[in-house]
């Protein structure tokens, strides 16, 4: 596959090349996934200097992830808008029109460290509670502030309209699995309110966060490769999901399915997208505008989340090739 600014087409030497670029690269089994992946990037429109260089190495997943969150955008009806420098996309629909700023919490010293599962290590549960109660909603937070501090809101082209930060994590292996929960407290301060990032000052500014943590290789490689066909991969999915039970009540259930199979659920962009309304916003932003499959907003004073349709909290892909299989967040 070449074509002109082919994002495949190395522009480093092969050594400096992150390690899952590569791999992506060079598996036979993602051909389709790297066309529908080059074909979403040539449609976004130039992203600016040097960010296939970036996509090659050391800004991979957040670069993935960008192009990403464009299809998002484009499956939700929209036309993403990449004219200005700043904020990544302005974004219109039926006369409507958001500014929305792509971040990830990225690893701390090595940008090209391998985060794969392979790469996953051993914890105690106590280690894995400091991680889920305190590493990541401080990462999460630390980004939420640097892009508040930016105050796109104050830009002319963002003017009276709602901005929206679309968050994923990619700072160590398996930080993909960080569920919604754990953004809950540091979002809106259940336990102190004047802690959550909604009650911050300047945070008024930003009317909503949407958190995406399955914009990954997976991803591209279900929504793009004809599983029918007799040289495909079976692909196993299974993880946890939220079931809603009745109008005020959820349950966590397994599930398990092969990819591409009559009784698979479709999959779409919006799906495992979870959507934080800010309660606080100057320029509110409502749930029906931003495609997600679970959505938290402050009604009559309390916290609710909502369900809408197939919400995976965490997800495992087993791809299975002459009888071997590898792993897929």
């Known amino acids: 596959m070449s074509a ?3 994002i495949f087409v190395p522009l480093v030497a092969e050594d400096r090349l992150h390690r899952q670029f590569r791999d992506l690269r060079d598996s036979p089994f993602h051909y389709e996934a790297r066309l529908l ?8 429109g130039l992203p600016g200097k040097g960010f ?3 996509f090659q190495t050391d800004g991979f997943h957040s670069h993935l992830f960008e192009i990403a969150c464009f299809a998002y955008l484009e499956s939700g009806g929209f036309i993403p808008d990449r004219a200005y420098s700043s904020p990544d996309f302005m974004a219109s629909r039926d006369g409507f029109s958001l500014a929305v700023e792509v971040t990830t919490s990225n690893p701390s010293e090595d940008q090209s460290a391998d985060i794969s599962l392979r790469m996953l290590a051993a914890l105690s549960e106590d280690e894995i509670a400091a991680k889920v109660n305190v590493e990541f909603p ?3 937070i630390s980004i939420l502030k640097k892009k ?3 105050r796109y809101d104050q830009l002319p082209q963002c003017a009276g309209k709602p901005l929206v930060l679309m968050v994923a994590p990619f700072f160590e292996a398996g930080s993909v699995h960080y569920t919604d929960d754990a953004l ?4 809106y301060g259940i336990r102190d309110a004047t802690t959550g990032f909604f009650s911050l000052p300047k945070a008024e500014s930003v009317s909503a966060v949407l958190y995406c943590n399955a914009f990954t290789v997976a991803r591209f490689f279900r929504l793009s490769t004809h599983f029918e066909s007799n040289e495909a991969p079976i692909a196993i999915r299974e993880g946890m999901y939220y079931a809603v039970e009745s109008e005020t009540a959820l349950s966590v259930k397994e599930f398990r399915y092969r990819v591409g199979s009559q009784s698979a659920p479709r999959e779409s962009w919006s799906e495992g997208v979870t959507l934080f309304l800010n309660p606080n916003a100057l320029v509110p932003v409502s749930k029906e505008v931003l495609p997600s499959t679970s959505s938290f907003s402050i009604q009559d004073g309390h916290l ?6 197939f919400h995976p909290v965490i997800s495992n892909m087993f791809v299975y090739v002459n009888d071997a299989y590898s792993g897929h967040s």
Do not use: A
């Open 4 to 6: 002109p600014n082919d």
């Open 304 to 309: 609710v989340r909502e369900v809408h349709g």
């Open 184 to 187: 809950v407290d540091c979002l």
């Open 37 to 44: 992946i080059n074909t979403l990037y040539q449609r976004m």
């Open 138 to 140: 401080n990462r999460m």
């Open 52 to 54: 296939i260089r970036k």
């Open 148 to 150: 508040m501090n930016r």
